[in-house]
């Protein structure tokens, strides 16, 4: 069987080979990177297939299983939550449609980098799991199945679809991207940064690559399985995506009758259709387990319990552009070009920030806001009554709606993870000026400290260089202990507690920074997250999460004595502790418990926490957002061999629209997950010096750093 489907997978390579004479050819450079030259788009698509199967294929081949709703049926009922979560959300089908309504270019641009996929794994067999063989052949369908999965159901939807993203969604991880203009760049060109914060694993694993043809080149990275870049820059401009907080997909309670639900006061019957996944057995045999889809007015049905239902409403499932429109994007060589790309509006999520070698920078609260009649963003944040039709929306807003900031006077913009009205100061973006349930009014508490941050840096220099943007965005400088370290010292004072005056002499000493060697760093860590556990103990039940808190806009005041407030000035709110007693209080318990964990109260950060690449570990270097600082490492849950990092930075990159320009990049975990790739950590060794490494773009610099070369003949 497994010779049959290799025989069969190769006859369509060769059958590609016959129909394509551009003959694709990839230069790995020494960071495992392709850099992939091709004759036409198709040649193109069909290399970077290729390359992605070769860095990633099992994990490819997984995801596009799921994406399926057939992964259970290859890897065993330990998927079998996911499979019915897919098929439930209608992903596979949709998918289908979908290709069909691609436009004939594009929809050979898919073919073809499928067609690299299943090429590769018909030319080295040996390199593919034995189970996932089954998966084979991928089709163009399961590009847009993978995609409508990642973008829709994970990150706007958030439901997951059943993967381990326990940490992406209680930690306040987020991304930072940010814009220079020509008035604040030292050389007087446009700079950009980029910077996304994703977990490192499973399908939030960035890939990075050069893709170039004699019309186009493109250098950046998209999510692994995505056929086109999702960010990165050209010689003339680029951009950054940050996870912006739109409220685009909508949980709607639903009351049960006998014959269906509720709905304007009338008994609605559901829309239902009778599924079966296929499952493999530990033994070796194949089961098939039945359940019944059943949909409202709203969407599917996805939890059910004691005459209540759960119906999920997804933005953007009527669009199936979006991998055309990144596609669209990354070929504009002017801004016309690229607003154009962004007005199709196939993207339901992400901010969008620009900078391009005219000069132009760009903020864009990016996305298919639903177009709604009534409330705020915090009242459609919760469940929402679906027994009427006032809640129904069907549409959303137009793109002149959106908030957008074109080369403001500042000379900068920048997003993370906030609410479109931090994007610079002076303020230019008001609440005000948008619907209500557009965006949150304020910043939430884990979404505050973070931007000020970096609106502090930018705006404190006039002339920015790419080296001093580099090392901004390396700072690991905690804005919250600035803010109120103070505060927790003047009140240990008064305490009478050894532990207390040990604790605040170790707090003293620190220099507020989350480097591996900085001592009190982690009795802060600890000291705040306790802290705010403690504050909202009457808050959220035990049921919840603290990221029902850090999420939520009045935990602000629960922290802070001066909450954030519009009228302040900028840079001198949020400041001060909201309850002085509780955190003394806390200090002294911490105190106690430290010690026991680690040896010492004042143990270095990179004892308590740790980066892992590979076979490669070393100390970590900052923390998570919430603690204000621009580096973002997010600590995992503890595991047998310690405490490491499970998010954060991912792929890093910094670029100056020069001529030539001038561009330098990290992927902290390395570009590859497939066995025998050598060097996997050497990136996170760079990393962990607070460096990006040189990007080559010239042929000459590639090959004067070649690993290998492949010719796709």
């Known amino acids: 069987m497994r010779t049959l489907l290799f025989v069969l997978l190769l006859l369509v390579a060769v059958a590609h080979a016959q129909n394509d004479t551009s003959s694709p050819e990839i230069l790995w450079d020494t960071w495992n990177v392709p850099h992939i030259y091709a004759e036409d788009d198709v040649g193109l698509a069909y290399a970077f297939g290729w390359a992605q199967a070769r860095s990633h294929g099992d994990l490819i081949l997984r995801l596009y299983a799921q994406a399926r709703g057939q992964a259970a049926e290859v890897l065993g009922e330990e998927l079998l939550e996911s499979d019915t979560l897919a098929v439930t959300a209608g992903i596979p089908a949709r998918a289908q449609i979908w290709y069909e309504a691609q436009s004939e270019a594009f929809r050979d641009y898919l073919d073809a980098f499928a067609d690299g996929v299943n090429a590769y794994a018909a030319a080295h067999p040996e390199t593919i799991a034995d189970p996932l063989e089954a998966v084979l052949p991928v089709t163009g369908a399961d590009l847009l199945a993978h995609t409508q999965r990642v973008v829709h159901f994970t990150f706007l939807a958030n439901s997951a679809l059943g993967q381990p993203v326990e940490f992406w969604q209680q930690q306040s991880v987020g991304s930072n991207a940010w814009a220079v203009g020509p008035e604040r760049s030292a050389n007087g060109n446009g700079m950009l940064l980029g910077n996304p914060h994703l977990p490192w694993q499973d399908l939030f694993l960035f890939y990075e690559a050069h893709l170039n043809t004699p019309e186009y080149e493109f250098y950046g990275a998209t999510l692994v399985g995505f056929p086109v ?367 026991s964990l680690t040896g010492a109260l004042d143990v270095p950060w990179g004892d308590v926490v740790r980066m892992r690449a590979a076979e490669l570990t070393l100390p970590a270097t900052s923390t998570d957002g919430i603690f204000g600082v621009v580096q973002v490492l997010g600590p995992g849950p503890m595991s047998d061999d310690g405490l490491f990092v499970a998010g954060g930075d991912t792929f890093v990159f910094a670029v100056e629209f020069s001529d030539p320009v001038r561009a330098e990049a990290i992927l902290t975990y390395g570009n590859a997950t497939q066995p025998g790739f050598s060097r996997i950590g050497d990136q996170l060794a760079r990393y962990a010096l607070d460096e990006l490494r040189p990007v080559w773009l010239e042929r000459d610099d590639i090959e004067a750093n070649l690993q290998r070369t492949e010719r796709l003949d």
């Open 229 to 595: 870049p999702a960010l990165g820059f050209n010689s003339r401009l680029g951009w950054s995506h940050t996870v912006n907080p739109i409220d685009g997909a909508d949980l709607f309670e639903l009351t049960l009758t006998e014959g269906g639900y509720l709905f304007d006061e009338e008994e609605r019957a559901f829309d239902t259709e009778e599924a079966v996944i296929r499952v493999l057995r530990p033994d070796g045999t194949l089961d098939e387990v039945p359940f019944l889809v059943r949909r409202s007015v709203h969407g599917p049905v996805i939890a059910q319990g004691a005459g209540r239902a759960l119906a999920l409403r997804v933005a953007g499932l009527d669009r199936s552009g979006a991998l055309e429109q990144w596609w669209e994007m990354s070929r504009a060589e002017n801004f016309e070009a690229f607003s154009a790309a962004l007005e199709r509006m196939q993207l339901p999520m992400f901010n969008v920030v620009y900078a391009d070698n005219d000069g132009n920078i760009l903020y864009l609260f990016n996305g298919l806001v639903p177009d709604r009649t009534q409330g705020d963003w915090y009242e459609w944040a919760g469940v929402v009554p679906g027994d009427t039709s006032q809640t129904l929306w069907d549409g959303y807003l137009d793109y002149d709606a959106l908030p957008l900031l074109l080369n403001p006077e500042s000379g900068f913009v920048q997003n993370a993870n906030d609410p479109p009205w931090l994007a610079t100061v002076p303020y230019a973006l008001e609440p005000g000026d948008f619907p209500p349930y557009l965006a949150p009014a304020q910043p939430p508490l884990g979404r505050t400290l973070r931007p000020l941050h970096i609106l502090q840096l930018l705006n404190s220099d006039d002339a920015i260089t790419l080296s001093e943007m580099i090392d901004y965005k390396f700072s690991s400088y905690s804005l919250l202990a600035e803010r109120v370290l103070d505060d927790l010292l003047q009140a240990a004072e008064g305490s009478e507690s050894e532990a207390v005056r040990r604790a605040a002499e170790v707090l003293a000493d620190w220099d507020l920074r989350f480097e591996h060697d900085s001592r009190g760093a982690a009795l802060f860590f600890l000291w705040y997250t306790t802290y705010l556990q403690q504050l909202s103990a009457g808050v959220v039940s035990a049921a919840d999460d603290l990221s029902e808190v850090i999420a939520n806009t009045s935990a602000l005041e629960l922290v802070f004595e001066r909450g954030w407030s519009w009228e302040a000035e900028p840079f001198t709110v949020p400041d001060g502790l909201a309850d002085s007693d509780v955190a003394v209080a806390v200090l002294e318990g911490v105190a106690g418990q430290l010690p």
